[in-house]
């Protein structure tokens, strides 16, 4: 099974979504749709009511934190009945106004101790931020975390993958040298994929990304560790299963089956 570990689906139109939802299901793709806000989160909500591979996960995008960080007792129900945490984090490198990164934290911490206190999965964001976010983690004591389309410094990285945190390989690594890189010092039981469906692409070509593009992400893996596509995508399938064995937040999700 294909595993798309961090996708917005709620950014499709509807045309594109009806194609795409019917990809994933004819493909077998296991689809983590992560929301920037509570709208998001509803609208994914909706759209993994109609495939059994999508799991529908509310975050506050950490650009949307200053519009949150003084209702953040509004959006714990909705911390309550996600079934894992994201997308969340820290940004400095997109976010370039200092002034909201104050909120920015506040908003991480929150999320990031109730994750902590259910027992769910956190998606991270960290661009520009990879230590700060880091630190974050450890401090809270956070075991278990997607760290999403690392780009960043040697260091946080090096002390994500001591940490034992999952780091996704995106639509990047077909187009840039250092994130092919960074997938290769990426240990294989620490490897996720991700298309960042439908911005991930559209950001780098101007394109709408589509599902199918994890075939190019696998090829470009399997050609960085010298193996056949197949082992990566059995490889990616197993270290989630890991990664959720026991959660029964997810239970029913049929990506672990």
């Not at 806000?37 to 909706?46: G, H, I, Q, Y």
Request: a negative charge; charged letters at 25%; hydrophobic letters at 45%.
């Amino acid at each position: 099974m294909l595993i798309d570990a961090h996708a917005h689906l709620d950014k499709y139109d509807p045309t594109e979504l009806d194609l795409v939802l019917d990809e994933i299901d004819r493909r077998r793709i296991g689809t983590i749709s992560v929301s920037i806000d509570p709208a998001s989160f509803v609208a994914a909500e909706s759209i993994a009511a109609r495939s059994e591979l999508v799991l529908a996960t509310f975050g506050i995008h950490p650009s949307e934190a200053p519009a949150w960080v003084d209702r953040l007792d509004d959006i714990d129900e909705l911390m309550d009945r996600s079934p894992m945490i994201g997308e969340v984090g820290l940004d400095h490198r997109f976010v370039v106004d200092t002034a909201r990164h104050g909120s920015q934290r506040i908003v991480f911490d929150r999320m990031v101790d109730r994750a902590v206190t259910s027992g769910k999965v956190l998606n991270v964001h960290c661009a520009g931020a990879e230590a700060e976010a880091l630190a974050t983690l450890l401090g809270r004591e956070a075991s278990r975390v997607i760290v999403h389309w690392y780009h960043g410094p040697d260091h946080p990285l090096e002390g994500m993958i001591a940490a034992g945190y999952m780091l996704t390989v995106s639509v990047e690594v077909l187009y840039s040298e250092r994130v092919r890189r960074i997938a290769a010092r990426i240990p294989d039981h620490l490897l996720l994929t991700e298309t960042d469906n439908p911005g991930g692409q559209r950001w780098l070509t101007g394109d709408v990304g589509m599902p199918d593009r994890l075939d190019a992400v696998l090829e470009e893996l399997a050609r960085l560790r010298g193996v056949i596509p197949e082992s990566i995508e059995s490889l990616v399938h197993a270290n989630l299963k890991r990664l959720f064995a026991g959660d029964t937040h997810v239970d029913g999700w049929a990506a672990l089956d």
